[in-house]
């Protein structure tokens, strides 16, 4: 069974980086919304499983009927990423989709078509789906989900494919403009109105 694990930032003090464009409420409640949509589309997986950090975020995620863990002290991307799959290997997860909550286009199709390639890739495995600059990683599939170790940030794709090349695990890209455009800087703002 494939789990999908959603990642989620407090709200009040998620998106910092907007703040030339975007003042507290309207970020907080920006990284709500996107937040929804990202659970939303992970019931395509078998099992929803959000980490999140704060008490508001862990409410959002139940009432999406997520599975819910609560971050006693977020330490960012990589360890809440690694919570999520302990959980998941602990309950018997044979594959994990760790997806970002900070994603406006994502759509439950979106994730269904990167699960169905993901189905026809020999294991070990690892899909990664790009975000547009930066070089950065905004879902990541991992059949075994401990396949490999965790990278996400600045440069994050070169070095998840990295560490498949060193582990003899096949990595491939999974090109989506559902899953490509996350909002971390003012001009994401600007893509994102253009995607209309």
Known sequence: MTWAVVL???FETAKQRLSPALEGSARAE?????????????????RVL?????????????AAGAE?????????QNPAARRGIERAL???????????SDLPLVTAEAVERLLAKAA??????ALAAPAVGRGGTNALYLRPPNAIGLHFGDDSLA???????????????????ELALDLDEPEDLDLLAAAG
């Open 30 to 46: 920006l990284a709500r919304r996107n937040a929804g949509l990202a659970l939303a589309a992970a019931r395509a997986a078998g």
């Open 68 to 76: 819910v863990l609560v971050e006693a002290r977020p330490e960012g």
């Open 50 to 62: 959000a980490v999140a950090g704060s008490q508001a975020a862990a409410e959002l995620a139940r």
């Open 120 to 125: 026809s890739v020999p294991a070990p495995c």
């Open 90 to 100: 602990a309950a018997g997860a044979e594959a994990v989709l760790l997806l970002s």
């Open 8 to 10: 989620i930032k407090d």
């Open 159 to 177: 070095k998840f494919e990295r560490d498949a090349v060193e582990h003899g695990v096949r990595f491939e890209l999974w090109e989506a403009p």
